[in-house]
């Protein structure tokens, strides 16, 4: 794993959000873009990265994989309706286990990109946007209202759980905390104070390098996410990236080319983007995506993100 903070002190990074549509664009099936097949999935990374030439390699598929580990789903419930826990369910029986469901295969494709000297950023639920999964976001939104004590207590143990996958991640890889649900596109500030914030401060705390991604509106919560321990805050098109390096200037900036625009746009758009971004640049870079490309990205618009990325990094 290359030292993520002496590195990005010498030039911009670069890592896209790809997931499930680079390892779709190689070699990857249905049946195996989600991580059902860890050495076929880490095979698959590999080569966008070295087709594309960019620097890490951001391994994640679904939202499930923690959920499937704690024997609650199956992978197939990625086309299901998805929240299991109801107010009767003994909160405290949650347990994760490190051997189920996908985190295995997880584990192989992590093996195998770091066997060819890769440095690979690792997708983790937060505790709050966990919390979210296992009820169904719905009924947890709902909750946070009507059913206070019992959406504490499940943010409690959904605490305990991402600090285990963490723990167990840090080693082999950079855990990237995902707590998407907690953003201000969904829940007011004070909510998040109320509810996110000290969960996801403990859950970066047990990370060795704390990486913290949001999607969504975080305008109104950024003081609060620059307090939440992470030394990289990667975040959505909806912030302007000139108003995240002053507010961010400490930490490492990650972001925020719009994936829907590398979908719909071309080559000469992706362009103006990535420029827009490297002449914001005022600090700390890694250039990616604000969240993960859609599967039917064209490919010649990840290449014109690269590639403009270390023309325009000066």
């Known amino acids: 794993m290359i030292d993520i903070e002496e590195e990005v002190k010498k030039r911009t990074l670069i890592a896209p959000m790809g997931g499930c549509y680079i390892a779709k664009l190689y070699g990857c099936g249905k049946k195996h873009y989600f991580c059902r097949n860890g050495e076929i999935f880490g095979k698959a990374l590999c080569k966008a990265k070295e087709h594309f030439g960019y620097d890490i390699i951001h391994l994640s598929s679904d939202i499930y994989v923690e959920v499937e580990a704690m024997g609650l789903y199956d992978w197939s419930c990625i086309y299901e309706r998805y929240g299991k826990v109801n107010e009767n369910f003994d909160v405290d029986s949650l347990t994760i286990n490190l051997d189920g469901g996908r985190i295995p295969e997880y ?3 992590i093996e195998y990109c770091n066997s060819k000297n890769n440095t690979v950023f690792v997708s983790v639920s937060g505790p709050f946007t966990l919390a979210a999964i296992l009820r169904g976001i719905d009924r947890f939104m709902i909750d946070l209202i009507k059913n206070e004590k019992f959406a504490k207590d499940l943010i409690k143990k959904t605490t305990e ?20 649900v907690a953003s201000s596109s969904l829940i007011s500030p004070e909510f998040y104070r109320k509810f996110a914030f000290k969960p996801i401060k403990k859950v970066l705390k047990v990370c060795d390098f704390p990486i913290l991604h949001m999607c969504g509106d975080i305008n109104p919560i950024l003081d609060d996410i620059k307090k939440t321990g992470a030394k990289v805050i990667s975040f959505d098109n909806n912030l302007d990236i000139s108003k995240a390096f002053e507010v961010f200037k400490d930490l490492i900036v990650f972001g925020n080319i719009d994936p829907s625009m590398m979908y719909y746009s071309k080559v000469d758009r992706v362009r103006m983007e990535v420029k827009k971004c490297m002449e914001a640049k005022n600090g700390d870079y890694i250039l990616s995506t604000g969240c993960s490309l859609p599967v039917g990205t064209p490919k010649e618009n990840l290449e014109a993100l690269v590639y403009y990325g270390r023309c325009y990094d000066v």
């Open 161 to 180: 759980i991402s600090k285990i996958v963490i723990e167990d991640i840090n080693e082999i890889a950079y855990p990237f905390v995902v707590d998407a």
């Open 107 to 109: 584990k192989k494709a």
